[in-house]
């Protein structure tokens, strides 16, 4: 036979190796020698944190996605204000709303336990999502592993970068668009707003002002969030508010009855591009979950740092 086909494989297979982009390629297996029960550990912390409280489940999907948009998959969000002046949890779209920063520090405490200086504190964050959406009844995919942490983080970036809630739907996928995710990415992701809570002041307005609502959802959501918003900006209401705690599609129902809590969330359903896209999720659930899954590994694929760029952390909050 002739071997030259294999010769040229084995050719390219170095090539592939010794090329720079090559460590751009994340992988699943990626600690399945070096560190190989860090899934394992990671899930044990995830599942007694969510246990403890559901919502840490939409807080730590949220944290992976803030991670995510700022400078790529790094961990830039984790570094404390201590660690850097810069400090994203200070951005506006970050600040008195990021939460889940000790569950992802206690999972590394965990992990350095039994493979000290090996697995990322990025790569932590994005199995905590995974496993976190799993906790709560949501899909579960194979996490691409191998980031590495940045050594900086930057708050102007994040307030560049992290969507607002007054933005239009246009701007929403121009910013996604920005990070390599369609606008099918975009509905399918914010459809995390299945889980979770939202503060008074993030939907304020739309519940006051906003003729695109449903008049006694507005009358339901002023109880806990009154006309003068100094009176109770912090005041919490689901983001989903048949089934707060558990990951579905209703987020899509609410959409179309014009229950959407965000002014974020219903430019999903308004008239628009996207409107198809949510009507298809409301009626096919099982389509919503593969298609999360897909696009929060696309999300987890954005920028990351490979090979010998950025570092492996000690402790997430902080810089070696
Ligand atoms: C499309 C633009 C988006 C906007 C404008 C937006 C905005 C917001 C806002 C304002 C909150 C409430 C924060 C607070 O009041 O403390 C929130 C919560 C949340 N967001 Fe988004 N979001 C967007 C997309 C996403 C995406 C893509 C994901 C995940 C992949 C996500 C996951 C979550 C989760 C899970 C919560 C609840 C967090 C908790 O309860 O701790 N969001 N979002
Ligand atoms: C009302 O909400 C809709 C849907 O979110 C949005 O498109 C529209 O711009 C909002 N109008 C105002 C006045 O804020």
Redesign the pocket.
Known sequence: MNSSPNITFALFSLLLLLSPTYGAHLSPKFYDKSCPKALNTIRATIKTAVSRER?MA??L??L??HDCFVQGCDASILLSEQATPNSERNAL?NR??A??FEVVDAAKVEVEKICPGVVSCADILAVAARDASVAVGGPSWAVKLGRRDSKTASRALAERDL???T?SLKE?ISN?AKKGLNARD?VA??G??T?????C??FHDRIYSNSTIDPGFARKRQQQCPRNVNDGASN?AP?DLVTPNSFDNNYFKNLIQKKGL?Q?DQVLFNGGSTDNIVVEYSKNPSKFKTDFAAA?IK?GDISPLTGSKGIIRKICSSLN
């Open positions: 919502r939409a807080s999907v949220r992976h996605f779209q008195g709303s939460r889940g969507p607002l809630f933005s929403h996604f975009l992701l914010s995390s707003h889980i979770g809570q939202a503060q002041f993030t919490l983001l965000l974020s929060m999300m």
